[in-house]
């Protein structure tokens, strides 16, 4: 939806306007008119208006703003719409495909539109198309409006589209929304223009007919080798929920709701969407444990009870310890991470098991892994986190997952098996509800005053009651000791004016343990407060001659915690351990005293996080393990010890040269967690703090940075760091170093499509191997040389620089032969250049060396030559797959690259190399369509595309575009086919990708040989 939505904005001011959506590549967008009235722009005046189109930054879509004027609306009706056309093309993969909305009747649709909700700009909406109906009173139009059903749309969504979640096709505009004071039951009403308008003119473009087909999801896949050892859970995971609260009031509605949902079989995936401090970890608790009630009354009956997973991001926002914790729990404890290659491994894995047994999986806090600024908001963060949501989302297993977010899930949009719930504010009548549970005294009228007066925000109304009880006795006409709430603050704001208020009566006991929680990321247990309070209340006995009564916090402490679990400021998860809402720990842990500074808090919670892993007599080998050293390492970095975090990491994360954490366990995303700390702010962006300034350190952090940026698929991230890495280290004289960061920013550069970057990394990667004195590093310097020239299908030059890597192979390595990568780039300049035979000598000699040194990303490579060689012995299909007319010796040729396909893919999908598994997936698609099958391979095609655009891969997406046009043509799709390998085209041209382009040109050229010209 972001692809093609754009924000329509003044020019001279940039205030926004409204939304609009794009529709032709030569530049066509089309809103509301009214959009531009508002704004004081008449569209018929004699100089057409203009406005800036801003196009957001979506995957590896930089945002772009361009000028666009006024071309075409209706002028003798009064249809509300108008186009608009920029000064510059616009790519074809940003431009939405148009329908009808007359055949969307009763259809579910979403939306994304720049209505203002606080302080996001840019928010989804979703609901039914209803049906076309009549013109409104003394309006002419040409087409009759769309009425639809969305709690979601709001001034500012106007010109947004309107996509049908069944035809995939944009088949409107929102225009308008029924006014706040309107009844109840037409709250949710609105009205879209009808796409079908674009067809009459002064427009006159062409529309789809029928669906557009819908991206195919890859079902997960296991090895029956690990789904044997598999033994299913008996109990539930319920360790991090919160306790169930005795206090519930008016969130029926939503419970039905999620209830409703839940029981569609075509739902697997739904998101509680809402501001935080709204209630949604409550409401998921109370569903879940309705749930669970209706298993038990049910239990004589033939379903299967669903076993439940509860995972709460906000304590633990690693994607690797939630997918290690899941993988746990799902097998049993049979399967470990050292039985898969990287994240992606395990969330295959886990997503596999998902069908042997129902289960509930509900990720709380997911706001915590996505996005929360910027044109990406929502999305998430990790890839492995998002692959696992996205198998989840795809159809063939009976579980369900429960999502509760501030922002929503972006990336399953496009998923007809996700919903999204919002969760509003608490009604005055359920707010004045919760008040008096929680022992506010008052009339009917006066609670429900303060509900309204407060917004029905749950979190501050607890508050309310907490010091309305704590001072008053529970008055509630004591709420006019409270500042005024002012509707035009963040809730966060008027949370914090409460507990100003809240604590100036707080005891300084129930001071200290607040402010000792705020220091900890995660809930923890009494001992780990006890260690944080200041030292005078620490000793085992005080300096009053306290004694523990049953508690390890003294006396007055224990007593002051029973206070703060009674009042709701604190709260007890299921394993009995204690946290605090991240509104009320962000508060307490600003106003730390003086004498209780944030660097002695971050220092006293890292000696405990000491003590805690040097008391395990077992050397750690899974993430869970290493916990208490990640939690080490970001208290010392907090405290301004970031040499001893240097060296937490070093030796006891990475252990040594061992690479635990990373090359044993893959947990890049955890690695980068820890590395934020060292960075103001967590802002990559900036110069790591480093101790004393050491530049040897601040090289290796901003390496070490990269690298994981590398393998979590964050490429462009990962380029511009390797490149402050490898000036530190020329700064430095190691040039060595420096080398090796180059050619890693090469390699970057040649997958994202930056061919010109790639050109400019050579010269220093030259000029860096000079420097260094290592003939090896020009070696690989002139392979990459090579590789550029090959992908421009400039073959003489690269045929002088792969010579040129092979003399310097012969006279000054061990290994007289272009092996790893540099031999794999040189075997395909070779097959394409026409001499198979010493290609294939080249890849058999270079898999040897790499099954040796055990490099199996590179030996998957080589798989994946050697099936391409044997692919083009077997040559293209010839007749009907059931009948292919082929020579013993082409079918023998057509079995060995359909081996090599499938081993490499095997190793792909265990490593963490994402541009391996996105070769694995296109060497299967031409297995399918040299077979005459490439309909079967469409799964293949779209994960394939799916993963190089999210990573940023276009050289990779030129051939995922290809593969999929080849699908298309064989389900006799022919727009998709044709628009697949026009998008092929363009971006080929765009990035200098001639042998993409000359790909693209001959399936073109087929496709003009066949029945559809």
């Known amino acids: 939806m972001r692809l093609i939505t754009v924000r329509i904005a003044l020019s001279d001011s940039g205030e926004t306007l409204g ?60 249809d509300d719409i108008v186009c608009l056309k920029t000064e510059a093309p616009i790519p074809n993969s940003r431009v939405a495909v148009l329908g009808d909305a007359a055949a969307s009747a009763w259809n579910e649709f979403i939306g994304y539109g720049y209505r203002r909700l606080g302080k996001y700009q840019g928010l989804l909406a979703q609901g039914t198309i209803m049906g076309e109906i009549e013109a409104p009173e003394g309006h002419a139009l040409l087409k009759e409006p769309v009425q639809l059903q969305s709690s979601g749309i709001a001034e500012g969504m106007s010109g947004a589209p309107v996509l049908d979640r069944v035809r995939n096709l944009v088949v409107g505009m929102v225009s308008e929304k029924w006014g706040s004071s309107g009844a109840a039951e037409d709250r949710d009403t609105a009205w879209a223009v009808n796409a079908h308008l674009v067809t009459f003119p002064p427009f006159s473009l062409v529309i789809r007919a029928d669906p557009l087909p819908m991206q195919h999801a890859e079902p997960p896949q296991m090895d029956d080798e690990l789904l044997r050892r598999v033994q299913l859970p008996r109990s539930h995971r319920l360790e991090d929920a919160p306790a169930l609260l005795n206090e519930w009031v008016g969130r029926e509605a939503l419970l039905a709701e999620t209830d409703r949902v839940a029981d569609d079989p075509e739902t ?32 004589d009956q033939d379903a299967q009870p669903s076993r ?11 994607a690797d310890d939630f997918l290690e914790a899941a993988l746990d729990y799902v097998s049993g404890g049979r399967i470990t991470s050292e039985d898969c290659g990287d994240g992606r491994a395990r969330a295959e894995i886990i997503a596999s098991l998902l069908s042997t047994q129902p289960y509930i999986f509900v990720l709380d806090g997911l706001e915590a892994v996505q996005e929360q600024r910027g044109d990406h908001y929502g999305a998430i963060l990790s890839p492995d986190l998002r692959d696992f949501l996205t198998f989840f989302a795809t159809p063939g297993h009976p579980s369900f997952c429960l999502i509760t977010s501030r922002a929503p899930v972006v990336d399953l949009i496009s998923f007809v098996t996700h919903r999204q719930i919002d969760v509003p504010s608490l009604t005055a009548q359920a707010g004045h509800e919760l008040l008096a549970t929680l022992g506010v005294r008052g009339s009917d009228a006066e609670l429900e005053r303060v509900a309204h007066q407060w917004g029905g925000h749950a979190l501050t109304l607890s508050l309310i009651a907490a010091y309305l009880v704590k001072r008053y006795g529970g008055d509630v006409r004591r709420v006019a000791t409270l500042p005024r709430p002012d509707p035009d603050l963040p809730r966060g704001e008027l949370v914090r004016r409460i507990l100003g208020q809240y604590d100036s009566w707080l005891s300084e006991a129930e001071r200290e343990l607040l402010i000792g929680f705020s220091v900890f990321r995660t809930p923890v247990g009494e001992e780990a407060l006890e260690a944080v309070l200041p030292q005078n209340a620490q ?11 049953g508690s390890a916090l003294p006396v007055a402490h224990a007593a002051a915690l029973v206070h703060l679990v009674d009042a709701r400021v604190v709260r007890r998860d299921q394993g009995g351990r204690l946290g605090t809402h991240p509104l009320i720990r962000d508060y307490y842990y600003k106003s730390a005293r003086s004498s209780v500074d944030h660097t002695s808090l971050h220092e006293w919670a890292k000696r405990y996080y000491m003590r805690v892993a040097d008391a395990r007599t077992d050397p750690p080998a899974t993430l869970d393990g290493l916990d208490p050293l990640i939690e080490a390492v970001h208290h010392a970095c907090r405290s301004g010890a970031y040499a001893e975090a240097y060296l937490l990491i070093t030796d006891r994360l990475y252990a040594g040269d061992r690479n635990l954490i990373t090359r044993e366990l893959s947990a890049y995303d955890t690695v980068l967690s820890c590395f934020t700390d060292f960075f103001p702010r967590g802002d990559f962006r900036r110069e790591p703090f480093t101790a004393g300034g050491d530049p040897e350190m601040r090289g290796w952090v901003l390496h070490e940075v990269a690298t994981s940026f590398q393998m979590l698929g964050r490429l462009w991230d990962a380029v511009v760091t390797l490149r402050r890495a490898e000036a530190v280290f020329r700064g430095l004289g190691c040039y060595h170093q420096a080398a090796i960061s180059c050619q890693n920013r090469v390699e970057l550069h040649l997958a994202l499509g930056q061919l010109p970057g790639a050109e400019e990394a050579i010269e220093s990667a030259f000029e860096l191997a000079r420097r260094a004195g290592d003939r090896e590093h020009e070696l690989v310097a002139e392979t990459l040389s090579g590789t550029l020239h090959h992908y421009r299908s400039d073959h003489d030059a690269a045929e002088e620089a792969f010579a040129s890597a092979l003399r310097l192979a012969r006279e000054f390595t061990p290994i007289p032969l272009l092996y790893s990568w540099s031999g794999i780039h040189y075997a395909e300049h070779l097959r394409t250049t026409g001499r198979a ?8 000699a270079n898999l040897t060396v790499c099954r040796r040194a055990g490099w199996t990303a590179d030996e998957a490579a080589c798989l994946i030559g050697l099936g391409d060689l044997a692919l083009d012995e077997a040559g293209p299909s010839r007749g009907d797959p059931g009948s292919d007319p082929r020579t013993p010796a082409e079918t023998e040729a057509l079995q060995r690259a359909r081996t090599h396909f499938e081993a490499a893919h095997a190793i792909a999908r265990g490593i963490t190399r994402r541009d391996v598994l996105i070769g694995s997936l296109l060497a299967r698609c031409r297995l399918a369509a040299a077979t005459g099958r490439s309909a079967t ?5 779209d994960q394939a595309l799916a993963m190089a655009g999210n990573g940023g891969y276009r050289v990779a997406e030129v051939e995922a575009r290809i593969a999929l046009a080849r699908v298309y043509q064989d389900l006799s799709y022919e727009e998709a086919a044709w628009d697949e390998i026009s998008q092929a085209s363009e971006v080929a041209r765009e990035i200098g990708y001639r042998r993409g382009e000359e790909a693209a040109l001959a399936v073109e050229t087929s496709f003009e040989g066949n029945s559809w010209a």
């Open 837 to 844: 035979a010493a290609a294939r000598r080249a890849l058999e």
């Open 268 to 299: 697997l995936v739904v998101g509680l969407i809402g501001f935080g401090g709204e209630g949604k970890t409550t409401i998921a608790r109370q569903w879940l444990e309705s749930r669970r009630r209706t298993a038990r009354v049910n239990a």
């Open 937 to 941: 391979a469409r799964g293949d095609a």
């Open 308 to 318: 439940i997973f509860w995972w709460t991001f906000a304590e633990r926002s690693g």
């Open 539 to 549: 000793s085992v006995q005080g300096v009053q001659g306290e004694v523990r009564c």
């Open 19 to 78: 939304s609009g959506v794009a529709i032709a590549s030569r530049g066509l967008v089309v809103t509301c008119r009214h959009v531009l009235e508002a704004g004081g722009l008449d569209v018929r005046a004699s100089e057409p208006p203009e406005v800036d189109i801003h196009f957001p930054a979506v995957d590896h879509w930089k945002a772009v703003t361009r000028r666009a004027r006024v071309v075409a609306y209706c002028q003798d009706n009064d």
